[in-house]
C-alpha cells in the first residue's frame, strides 16, 4: 500500500466500512495512524499501526412512531418490507409524520444510528411493493455498493395505456423538469438511467408490462414509459388524459376512473446477502386493487374479443 492515500488504504483494510465514512472518522480523531490524526490525502509510507475506533452515533433525528409494517423478510442484518400504496418513505415537507423510516425507527431504534434510518433506495408514495433497508453499518455499506454497481435485482409490474407490440429497453438520460420542479423528464443533461420492460398480458387498450431498473432515478419508470407512449395508468403526473377503450363496461370504465395512484408495483427483489454472500431474493403479488384492475381488463379483452 506504500504511496496510496492513506483513506484508500484504510477502505481496503477495513472493506465493511465506506471510504467517506472513514474520512469522517480520521477528521474526528476516531481513525488514527501511528496515534496521530493524519488527512485523508496522506501518502502511506508503510509499517504504520493504525487504531480504528467505530463510533455509532444518531444520523437519524427522525422520531420514532407505531406504523403498520408489512415485514417480508428480517435478520440481524437486513429487514424487508412490502410497502402499500399511499405510504411516504422519509419524513418530509407535508409528510413530517407517519412515514415508513417513522415506522422502522419504531421497530428497530437501533437503525437511528444509521443514514436515513438504514433505507439505501425508496420508493415513490403512490408506489407499492418491496422496499430492502439495513440494520448494522456493515449491511448500509454493502448494500449501497450493490446498487451503486447495479447489483440490486429490482423488478416491477405496470399497467401502461395503449397496447405494446414488444418489449425493449429506455436509455435515456432523467433530469428535473426545467419548468415544473415537481416534475422529472428525459434530458440530455440528466442523469443516465436504463429501463429494460417486457410485455406479460395484452389488453383492448392496455398492457401489463414487467420492468427491470438497471439505475435508479427518481420517478424513472414513469418519466421512461411515458416518453415511449406508454404512461402508466392512473399517473396524475405523468399519464395524461384519462383513456377508457370503446363499448367498455361501467365496471371497467369506474375502475380506471377511480384509479387515483400510478399502476406500479414493486413485485420482486433480489441482492448479495451482506453477512453471507449468499444471492437472496423475494416476491409479492400486486396488490388488490390492481389485479382488480387487471382482472377487469382481462374481462374487457374477452367481452369484446
Known amino acids: 500500500m506504500a504511496g496510496k492515500r492513506v483513506d484508500q488504504a484504510l477502505a481496503e483494510l477495513f472493506p465493511d466500512f465506506s471510504r467517506s465514512r472513514l474520512q469522517k472518522w480520521m477528521k474526528d480523531g476516531c481513525a488514527l495512524v501511528d496515534g496521530k490524526k493524519w ?11 493504525v487504531e480504528l475506533l467505530v463510533i455509532v452515533d444518531d444520523e437519524t433525528h427522525w422520531k420514532a412512531e407505531p406504523v403498520s409494517l408489512d415485514i417480508v423478510y428480517e435478520d440481524e442484518q437486513i429487514i424487508v418490507i412490502n410497502k402499500p400504496a399511499g405510504l411516504v418513505v422519509h419524513p418530509g415537507a407535508g409528510n413530517s409524520h407517519g412515514t415508513l423510516s417513522n415506522g422502522l425507527l419504531h421497530h428497530n431504534p437501533k437503525n437511528a444510528s444509521l443514514p436515513r434510518a438504514g433505507i439505501v433506495h425508496r420508493l415513490d408514495k ?6 430492502v433497508a439495513a440494520k448494522t453499518l456493515v449491511a448500509h455499506t454493502s448494500l449501497v455498493a450493490q446498487l451503486q454497481a447495479r447489483e440490486v435485482k429490482r423488478e416491477y409490474l405496470a399497467l401502461c395505456n395503449d397496447v405494446m407490440t414488444a418489449g425493449g429497453t429506455v436509455d435515456e438520460p432523467i433530469g428535473r423538469h426545467p419548468t415544473n420542479r415537481l416534475r422529472m423528464a428525459v434530458r440530455d443533461n440528466g442523469k443516465p438511467a436504463i429501463t429494460h420492460y417486457r410485455v406479460e398480458q395484452r389488453f383492448r387498450a392496455h398492457t401489463l408490462i414487467r420492468v427491470n431498473l438497471e439505475t435508479g432515478r427518481t420517478h424513472q419508470i414513469r418519466v421512461h414509459m411515458a416518453y415511449i407512449g406508454y ?12 383513456k377508457i377503450p370503446a363499448a ?25 446477502h451482506p453477512s453471507s454472500g449468499e444471492w437472496v431474493e423475494w416476491q409479492v403479488d400486486m396488490p388488490s386493487d390492481m389485479q382488480e384492475l387487471v382482472r377487469l381488463a382481462e374481462q374487457d379483452l374477452q367481452q369484446q374479443g
Open 39 to 49: 488527512r485523508p490525502k496522506d501518502p502511506v509510507i508503510g509499517g504504520e499501526v
Open 126 to 131: 403512490d408506489t407499492s411493493g418491496l422496499l
Open 231 to 242: 404512461p402508466l395508468v392512473g399517473d396524475v403526473v405523468y399519464g395524461g388524459r384519462l
Open 248 to 272: 367498455s363496461s361501467e365496471a371497467f370504465a369506474n375502475a380506471l376512473r377511480n384509479f387515483k395512484r400510478q399502476a406500479l408495483h414493486a413485485t420482486s427483489l433480489g441482492l448479495q
